[in-house]
Every structure is written in structure tokens, then in C-alpha cells.
């Protein structure tokens, strides 16, 4: 355990935070191609840092297969409203822009995987939403 209370396995408080993207316009999530998942959540967010071994773990069997983007949400931040974000972390999983699935607060690679799964080849007609 580290000073902070957090496994050392852990991204620490500015480690996760640098990995932060500006937050895209609605226009341009929609705008993407092929397959993206959006990862909701905040620098401060504690199960947000807690959730990161197993997203690691997970988006490393799939690795080429999507485009993974994190988004720092919160208030006066509006792309997590138009995916109906309330909890972080949240992971939405899109097609060409289009929802195909969400998952929020994410208890285990395993859980995360079967997420993803969606986003392999055999699952490329998947019907995709549009939010």
C-alpha cells in the first residue's frame, strides 16, 4: 500500500488525471469510426483509480480492436449527460459513434471483457443506438 491508501498497482491522483482527454463535442463522438469506448470519471474518483488494473487488463486482450478515450466528467461537463452518466466510473461502448452498450462502476476484468467482447469482429453488425 502506498501513502495514499491505494495499492501501488494503482495509478496515483496525477497520473490518472494527465491520462485525461479534453472533453470531445457530442458532434465529434459521433463522428468516429469503427469501435471507441468512452471511460467516464474524474482524477479524484477513488473507485475511478481502483477500476484501472482491470480496465488495463481487460483492454489488453484487445488491444487494435477499439479506440479507448477517457473523459473527465462532472459538472459543467456535458458529454456525460448526453450518455446518461450518473456514476464513475462509466464505460460506453460505441460503433461509429453510436451507443452499443454501457457499463457502470465495472467490478472486474472479467466483467470488463464481456463488455468488450461486443467489439470483436464476429460482433461487427451488432445493432448500434444513437444517442
Not at 460503433?95 to 457502470?104: C, I
Request: hydrophobic residues 40%; charged residues 20%.
Amino acid at each position: 500500500m502506498s501513502g495514499t491508501g491505494l495499492h501501488t498497482d494503482q495509478p496515483g491522483r496525477a497520473e490518472y488525471a494527465a491520462a485525461f482527454q479534453v472533453e470531445p463535442s457530442a458532434e465529434d463522438v459521433r463522428g468516429l469510426h469503427g469501435w471507441t469506448l468512452l471511460e467516464f470519471g474524474t482524477a479524484w474518483c477513488g473507485v475511478c483509480r481502483a477500476t484501472q488494473p482491470a480496465l488495463k487488463e481487460a483492454l489488453g486482450e484487445h488491444v487494435g480492436a477499439l479506440r479507448h478515450i477517457k473523459i473527465a466528467d462532472g459538472k459543467g461537463h456535458r458529454l456525460g449527460r448526453v450518455y446518461g452518466v450518473k456514476l464513475w466510473p462509466t464505460l460506453v461502448l460505441l460503433l461509429d459513434g453510436n451507443q452499443v452498450a454501457k457499463q457502470v462502476r465495472p467490478a472486474s476484468a472479467a466483467e470488463i471483457s464481456s463488455l468488450l467482447a461486443l467489439a470483436r469482429p464476429a460482433n461487427a453488425a451488432t445493432k448500434s443506438t444513437p444517442v
